[in-house]
């Protein structure tokens, strides 16, 4: 059976994005935080995706001959500040999990499915991937930065039968979609700006990766898939 690696398993959309593959795929779940329930297929790796030593240990775990997709889903966002009171190492940090992280993994990956000439890669990027947000300057610029990384990626790996997408979620019902621990009445102010006025489940994100790890997706590449409830529509 082939198998697929995914960042940020544990928790959130990630779970959910696990519960799907394992119906067609062995799962390589590389996180910090153990999964409350371990599932049958699943193989769980203690990874900190800020340390290039950490990622490289956990490459030589898994049998890359098997591999055929990678789903980065780990992400940081860091606290709702202005830019002014963002340190170098929080910026650091939420670069190196949202994008230096898939840079690491892909350039081990991409290797192993040039040999098989078939890979697909996915990037869960953000709504912020499009449009800008006040007092998330960081994780915007980052979200923007997987975008240029899959297109490049598909530009460069296509001929090789080697897919790169991105999908650009909204508000999803994860601790991390709604934080009205920091924002006071965030649920409501995501509820106004969002045309579909609700969130997003984390097996709506779960069922667009599906598709696109699957042999019928081929022939997009470097797209990014936004499903965000119209949020950037308007």
């Given amino acids: 059976m082939n198998s697929i ?16 593959l394992l119906k067609n795929y062995t799962v390589y779940n590389l996180d910090t935080k153990t999964p409350e329930n371990k599932f049958a297929g699943e193989t769980f790796l203690r990874v900190d995706l800020t340390s290039a030593d950490n990622i490289n240990s956990a490459l030589y775990s898994i049998k890359k001959e098997t591999l055929s997709g990678f789903v980065h889903c780990a992400g940081f966002g860091g606290p709702f500040i202005d830019l002014t ?5 929080l910026w650091d940090k939420v670069f190196a999990i949202n994008i230096k992280a898939a840079f690491l993994l892909s350039k081990e990956i991409l290797p192993e499915f040039k040999k098989r000439l078939y890979g697909r890669i996915i990037v869960i990027a953000s709504s912020q ?27 460069e790996w296509g001929e090789y039968g080697i897919t790169a997408n991105a999908i650009s979620p909204g508000y999803v ?22 045309p579909s006025k609700r ?21 997009i590449n470097g797209a990014n898939f936004v499903v965000d409830g119209g949020i950037t529509a308007i």
């Avoid at 009171?85 to 190492?89: N, Q």
């Avoid at 800008?132 to 997987?146: E, F, M, P, Q, W």
């Fill in 173 to 194: 019902e994860t601790p991390m979609g709604v934080q009205d621990s920091q924002v006071s009445n965030h649920r409501q102010i995501v509820l106004d700006k969002t």
């Fill in 129 to 155: 991937s499009i449009v800008g947000a006040k007092n998330s300057v960081a994780y915007s610029a980052s979200k923007h930065a997987l975008i240029g990384f899959v297109k490049s990626l598909a530009d």
């Fill in 85 to 89: 009171k963002v340190s170098e190492d």
């Fill in 199 to 219: 969130t997003a489940s984390p097996e709506e994100i779960a069922r667009v990766v599906d598709f696109l790890i699957s042999k019928d997706s081929g022939y």
């Fill in 5 to 20: 690696i995914v960042t940020g398993g544990s928790g959130g959309i990630g779970r959910s994005i696990v519960s799907n």
